[in-house]
């Protein structure tokens, strides 16, 4: 039987998923540490182990992300924008057809824009400031002394959020720390953190296309605080990619079974 791995080295964390046809059998999560390289070797073993094949099973690898192409142990890469588009034509609602991906990463946030056959027509990148990203929301739950895994559950229990102004990780870490002084609740401070990013990523998004059915991936996805502050902010339904983390290396997965195709 054969089985195709995607690779999405970021810039903190290394990602792999493994398929079998077009279903997702595995998926697997490590800190990248000082090697991207081996903790993508290491990945594949756990991957095998796991699911009890052989590295003869892997028919092909494809890497993507911020270090694909340090990823030795990968046959090809592509741009992480090609794999995220690629990866919601499995991990979209059934009968849902995206066409723009709000991808929240760690360290950037990126708008793609698809067509009706999921190809990429366009995209925007933040990837010159940490607003708006995994690091902005880590940062801020570490002053409000929370995770990044309980904000989100926390800003819910909201009914007044602060209104924050500041869009600029060092700013927006001092209004925090008024707020706190000033003996604001910290469930209002974090809806309002919450509210500020999206209007953040919002704000990147292209008039012409705010119409289309929106779809969120990548570890922010994960926040159930921001993926209401997107609802609320712009009025309409907005849905979460399955496995919304491991989407661009879901999307790896399956171009690299399609090249082995080939």
Same mark, same amino acid.
């Given at each position: 039987?054969?089985?195709?791995?995607?690779?999405?080295?970021?810039?903190?964390?290394?990602?792999?998923?493994?398929?079998?046809?077009?279903?997702?059998?595995?998926?697997?999560?490590?800190?990248?540490?000082?090697?991207?390289?081996?903790?993508?070797?290491?990945?594949?073993?756990?991957?095998?182990?796991?699911?009890?094949?052989?590295? =003869?099973?892997?028919?092909?690898?494809?890497?993507?992300?911020?270090?694909?192409?340090?990823?030795?142990?990968?046959?090809?890469?592509?741009?992480?924008?090609?794999?995220?588009?690629?990866?919601?034509?499995?991990?979209?609602?059934?009968?849902?057809?995206?066409?723009?991906?709000?991808?929240?990463?760690?360290?950037? =946030?990126?708008?793609?824009?698809?067509?009706?056959?999921?190809?990429?027509?366009?995209?925007?990148?933040?990837?010159?400031?940490?607003?708006?990203?995994?690091?902005?929301?880590?940062?801020?739950?570490?002053?409000?002394?929370?995770?990044?895994?309980?904000?989100?559950?926390? =800003?819910?229990?909201?009914?007044?959020?602060?209104?924050?102004? =500041?869009?600029?990780?060092?700013?927006?870490?001092?209004?925090?720390?008024?707020?706190?002084?000033?003996?604001?609740?910290?469930?209002?401070?974090?809806?309002?953190?919450?509210?500020?990013?999206?209007?953040?990523?919002?704000?990147?998004?292209?008039?012409?296309?705010?119409?289309?059915?929106?779809?969120?991936?990548?570890?922010?996805?994960?926040?159930?605080?921001?993926?209401?502050?997107?609802?609320?902010?712009?009025?309409?339904?907005?849905?979460?990619?399955?496995?919304?983390?491991?989407?661009?290396?879901?999307?790896?997965?399956?171009?690299?079974?399609?090249?082995?195709?080939?």
């Amino acid at each position: 039987m054969a089985y195709f791995i995607g690779l999405d080295g970021g810039s903190t964390y290394v990602k792999a998923a493994l398929i079998n046809n077009k279903t997702i059998a595995d998926t697997i999560v490590k800190s990248s540490g000082i090697d991207n390289n081996k903790t993508a070797e290491k990945l594949i073993e756990i991957l095998c182990d796991r699911n009890r094949i052989k590295i =003869s099973d892997i028919k092909y690898t494809m890497a993507t992300g911020y270090s694909r192409k340090i990823l030795d142990v990968a046959n090809d890469d592509i741009s992480e924008i090609t794999a995220h588009a690629y990866g919601v034509r499995i991990t979209a609602p059934k009968d849902y057809r995206p066409g723009m991906i709000v991808d929240i990463g760690g360290q950037d =946030s990126k708008i793609i824009y698809l067509d009706s056959n999921f190809d990429v027509k366009n995209f925007t990148m933040n990837d010159k400031c940490a607003a708006g990203t995994g690091k902005f929301m880590e940062v801020i739950a570490q002053l409000l002394e929370t995770t990044i895994h309980k904000a989100g559950e926390i =800003s819910l229990e909201s009914k007044e959020p602060c209104d924050i102004n =500041s869009t600029c990780v060092v700013f927006a870490q001092t209004e925090v720390i008024s707020l706190m002084a000033r003996k604001f609740d910290r469930k209002d401070i974090l809806a309002g953190i919450h509210l500020s990013m999206a209007k953040r990523i919002i704000k990147m998004m292209k008039k012409a296309e705010k119409n289309g059915d929106i779809l969120m991936t990548g570890g922010g996805a994960l926040n159930i605080g921001i993926h209401k502050a997107f609802e609320e902010e712009l009025m309409r339904k907005v849905y979460v990619a399955e496995y919304p983390q491991f989407n661009g290396a879901i999307g790896a997965a399956l171009i690299g079974k399609e090249r082995c195709e080939q």
